[in-house]
């Protein structure tokens, strides 16, 4: 408790604002209200990226004295404590949904799911899958929800790799290379991609970190850096980079693409030596996801009324209605739409293939205003926090269910800035789909292990009659 408050006034002081001290004090919740009982952290690092979207701007403004778009230009701390409450509501829920489910466990819990071989067999078979997968999927817009979820196993499988090699034995080599072909291949894509290897990275190490172990602090360092370096690069080279996606052969060119995005980050450091400062500055200001929830936070109700509920109406009439089984049901406001109509800026859209995130925060106050806001954040962590028991107490092999819950909470629950029907259509898109394959790959393996298991008895009592036989 005293330390607790010694980090809390430290934060008033070195940052100058109490917004700093009250979200040292959620941070610290966090932690508390989610602790891992099996596998890495999962919730609370999830809830943690979702507290540095809402607080990274304070931190750094009040460090760093550098002037910040977000506190120039709209009235951030009422948007800020929204998004600390929110934050605060979906921990609440996810640790009352644990509650709610957990039980002691009893029964065979198979640690291992396969030989080291086997496994590392099926990620790179799920490497090569996926980028087949995310070519074909939008093909075929009715399934395109499915074949994407099932693009996630690569995932999975790579953090059971990543786990396997960090315990024990700290495989430092293999991790090292590991993660630079999966970085690598991140850059090759639309979207930033690079980022979710390293944080599945920094998981496996935190599952079993010693604080005692030189080789950990290096590593979680160096996880930390490369993601630092990589959004900052990312984000100067990323609109040139796009551009070239118009052109058929680049576009369909893994090595192409590479090449092209190395060609940019060298020229851009070549040319932009002294300009660091400002991209970290634009990067801390991409990262920070208040600016365009406080604009329309100042909009509403003032010029445009609650919606009253529709937007999250909208959300769930689109997750119930399956495009497979309503292939004509309409698309959804893009966030570039919400940004426009709500916060009054005429920002890119889809004219412009982007889209500028507005969040499920801000749609919940656009949609119910404080508190009922806040409602639909319990009422979701209670259901994922339920959800993630389950799966652990039911997946009877250990390293399937920690994988499972692992990739699925954490692509469901960290970004803060994702819109309601996204976060939900992918966090339930996951839990049937990985869910219910590893569910059947659970079940069949069980059943395989009985198999082999009666067979030596099955044997011994036929040699037992034999050998009682009297002729």
Same mark, same amino acid.
């Given at each position: 408790m005293i330390r607790s408050a010694a980090l809390i006034v430290a934060a008033i002081y070195l940052c100058g604002h109490w917004l700093a001290g009250l979200s040292v004090a959620v @941070?610290? @919740?966090?932690? $508390?209200? /989610?602790? #891992?009982?099996? %596998?890495?952290?999962?919730?609370? @690092?999830?809830m943690t990226t979702q507290w540095t979207q809402v607080t990274i701007g304070v931190f750094y403004a009040g460090l760093t004295g550098r002037p910040m778009v977000t506190i120039e230009r709209s009235e951030y701390q009422p948007m800020v404590l929204m998004g600390l409450a929110s934050v605060v509501a979906l921990t609440v829920g996810l640790a009352a949904g644990r509650t709610w489910v957990w039980r002691p466990d009893a029964g065979r819990r198979p640690a291992e799911l396969a030989s080291w071989n086997q496994l590392? %067999?099926?990620y790179l078979v799920a490497v090569v899958t996926r980028g087949v997968l995310q070519q074909v999927a939008?093909?075929?817009p009715t399934l395109t929800q499915a074949i994407l979820a099932f693009g996630f196993i690569h995932l999975a499988l790579l953090f059971l790799v990543l786990r396997r090699l960090v315990a024990p034995t700290l495989e430092s080599r293999w991790i090292a290379g590991l993660l630079a072909f999966e970085v690598a291949l991140g850059f090759t894509g639309y979207f930033s991609d690079f980022k979710e290897p390293l944080l599945l990275g920094v998981l496996a190490l935190l599952e079993t970190f010693d604080s005692r172990r030189l080789q950990h602090w290096v590593l979680g360092a160096a996880c930390a850096a490369v993601l630092g370096l990589a959004c900052v690069m990312w984000l100067a080279v990323r609109a040139e980079y796009r551009q070239d996606f118009d052109t058929e052969l680049f576009? #369909?060119?893994r090595v192409t693409r590479l090449e $092209?995005?190395? #060609? /940019?980050?060298?020229d851009w450091l070549r040319e932009r030596s002294g300009g660091v400062s400002e991209v970290v500055d634009d990067l801390v200001d991409r990262g920070w996801a208040i600016y365009y929830p406080a604009l329309a936070v100042a909009r509403v109700p003032a010029v445009l009324p609650h919606t009253g509920g529709q937007i999250m109406g909208d959300a769930i009439v689109h997750l119930v209605t399956p495009r497979i089984l309503f292939p004509n049901k309409p698309e959804l406001m893009s966030d570039s739409e919400m940004v426009r109509r709500f916060s009054g800026v005429m920002v890119a859209g889809a004219e412009h293939n982007t889209s500028i995130a507005f969040g499920y925060v801000a749609e919940s106050y656009v949609d119910f205003g404080v508190p009922l806001m806040f409602l639909p954040m319990l009422v979701f962590g209670i259901g994922c926090g339920a959800a993630y028991e389950w799966f652990l107490r039911t997946i009877r092999h250990r390293e399937l269910a920690v994988s499972l819950v692992t990739v699925v909470f954490w692509l469901g629950l960290f970004l803060f800035e994702r819109a309601w029907a996204r976060t939900l259509g992918l966090t339930i898109t996951m839990m049937v789909y990985l869910g219910g394959i590893s569910f059947l790959l659970d079940r069949w393996l069980l059943m395989h292990r009985d198999e082999h298991a009666q067979a030596p008895e099955i044997e011994a009592g036929a040699a037992t009659i034999g050998g009682a036989d009297p002729w």
């Open positions: @941070l610290l @919740l966090i932690w $508390r209200m /989610l602790p #891992a009982r099996e %596998g890495p952290p999962v919730l609370a @690092l999830a590392f %067999g099926a939008w093909s075929y576009s #369909a060119s $092209r995005v190395q #060609a /940019l980050m060298t």
